[in-house]
């Protein structure tokens, strides 16, 4: 397998998490559209939890709950290939 075909292949994994998270969970209006839109990008890597959270300043993982913290961090390169993430917080 050539670069270009392994790169197509973690492309396809990552839009099928990406569906399998937009299946699983419920989100604001506003949240699915950027799901929706953030498919076409470039995505790098894909992160949920059920426990603890994604701090959007850090970027990183903490283990404890907080009321800053997100479940699902995306990272991914935008339009103009600037590297962003897209941090989503799930409604019960």
Do not use: A
Request: proline share 2%; with cysteine; glycine share 2%.
């Amino acid at each position: 397998m050539n670069l270009t075909e392994e790169n197509m292949n973690y492309q396809n994994s990552q839009l099928n998490t990406l569906e399998y998270i937009m299946e699983k969970y419920n989100f604001s209006d506003d949240e699915y559209e950027k799901l929706l839109r953030i498919r076409k990008s470039n995505i790098q890597s894909i992160s949920f939890t059920t426990n603890g959270g994604f701090d959007p300043e850090s970027k990183e993982f903490h283990p404890d709950e907080r009321d800053t913290c997100y479940k699902i961090r995306i990272v991914y390169f935008n339009n103009h290939d600037k590297l962003s993430y897209l941090f989503l917080k799930t409604l019960s």
